[in-house]
């Protein structure tokens, strides 16, 4: 089986108070950056994309 690959994940946790939109960001890599509240199916729709793109 192959490695995983952290891509993105979005988080809410009480850290990163120096982001604007704090408490809501974007994991992307080894990168932190601003984020609003995201739903499950605006989620979804950025793998698909990002899956997508990938391919």
């Not at 089986?1 to 960001?25: L, Q, V």
Request: charged fraction near 25%; hydrophobic fraction near 35%.
């Amino acid at each position: 089986m192959g490695k995983s690959i952290f891509i993105f994940r979005y988080d809410n946790a009480t850290h990163h108070k120096e982001i604007s939109t704090f408490p809501h960001h974007k994991h992307v890599g080894i990168e932190v950056k601003p984020s609003r509240e995201m739903g499950l199916a605006e989620v979804v729709s950025e793998i698909e994309s990002t899956i997508l793109t990938k391919i």
